[in-house]
């Protein structure tokens, strides 16, 4: 049973536009949300978090956003940069565990 | 900046062997995590560890897996009897508490069972 949800698996953006990667939850025991970018071979890094009881948090380029009653998280990049090219992970915790997305793909065209 | 190391980074075994998985957390966090990820699929949680004993443990981490805090510094995931289907990237990640976001990732250990 999958909690957590990123319905697109890749996503291609100009240089300089908006990235706006997506992702879905079930279960409305989770307390905190958690982005993670991961390059190839190396383990995910952690970006940017938001609790369940905020609706937004930014840190420069990055910014997420929390929809609780449509249990949506989205994390937009503004603008885009080649380097941000990685896969995204979203992930949720109740308690001590964390579950993940399975991660969007993005690549940052020039 | 501190950060999360794990040895080695790539492991070959054949299947029936034991291995283990070292990871050495940040030194001041008090919460170790592992968790796996099989090509091409999504990171699972398999197991979390405080005060020198699991905490919580996935379905995925059945008797075959343990965990150990050796000496105060390693945190080791030990799979007894290695089957061909834990071949996978496995993360270590540390946190100074369950609610803190300083939950660091190691770079991971890449098992492939031959």
Redesign the interface.
Known sequence: D?QVKQNSPSLSVQEGRISILNCDYTNSMFD?F?W?KKYP??????LI?ISSIKDKNEDGRFTVFLNKSAKHLSLHIVPSQPGDSAVY?C?AKT?????????TSLTVIP | EPEVTQTPSHQVTQMGQEVILRCVPISNHLYFYWYRQILGQKVEFLVSFYNNEISEKSEIFDDQFSVERPDGSNFTLKIRSTKLEDSAMYFCASSPTVNNYGYTFGSGTRLTVV
């Open positions: 999958q905190y958690l993670y071979a190396e383990g995910p890094t952690f978090s992970f992930a308690g001590n565990q964390f579950y993940f997305g399975t991660g």
